[in-house]
C-alpha cells in the first residue's frame, strides 16, 4: 500500500508530465509553483476564485480538485469555491493542508520536469 504522499506525488507527477510538450508549458510552471504561495498568503478560497479565471490557472484548480475529491476531502460537486466555501473550519483547514502538500507536489516536478525541457 501506497503512502498518501507517495499517491499525491505521482499524481502531481503524471499531471506534469502531460503537459510537458504544451505550447504554454511555461504559463503552466510558473502557475504549478506559485499555487501553495498564494495559498498561504491568500488562503485557500481566495486562491480558488483567482485561479478559476483563465484556462491554464483553471486547469490546476481542477487537478487540485480532481485530487481532493480522490482523497474524499470534498464532495465531487461542480463549483470548487463554493464548496470550500460551505466547509466547516476544521475541515477547510484539513483540505488547506492537503492542497499545500498538492501544490508542493506539483512545483516540485513542474520544476524538474519542465525546466529540463526548456533548457533543450
Known amino acids: 500500500m501506497q503512502s498518501l504522499e507517495h499517491e499525491r506525488a505521482k499524481f502531481a507527477y503524471n499531471k506534469i508530465k502531460n503537459i510537458e510538450n504544451h505550447s504554454e508549458k511555461d504559463k503552466y510552471k510558473s502557475y504549478a509553483v506559485n499555487l501553495g504561495t498564494l495559498i498561504l498568503t491568500n488562503g485557500l478560497l481566495s486562491t480558488v ?3 478559476s479565471k ?3 490557472h483553471k486547469e490546476i484548480i481542477e487537478w487540485l480538485k480532481e ?3 480522490n482523497e474524499n476531502l470534498i464532495p465531487a460537486q461542480i463549483n470548487f469555491s463554493k464548496t470550500i466555501s460551505e466547509l466547516p473550519i476544521e475541515r477547510y483547514i484539513l483540505v488547506t493542508n492537503a492542497s499545500l502538500s498538492i501544490a508542493q507536489w506539483l512545483k516540485r516536478f513542474a520544476e524538474a520536469i519542465l525546466n529540463k525541457e526548456s533548457k533543450q
Do not use: H, S
Open 49 to 51: 476564485a483567482f485561479y
Open 54 to 56: 483563465e484556462d491554464i
Open 67 to 69: 485530487r481532493l475529491v
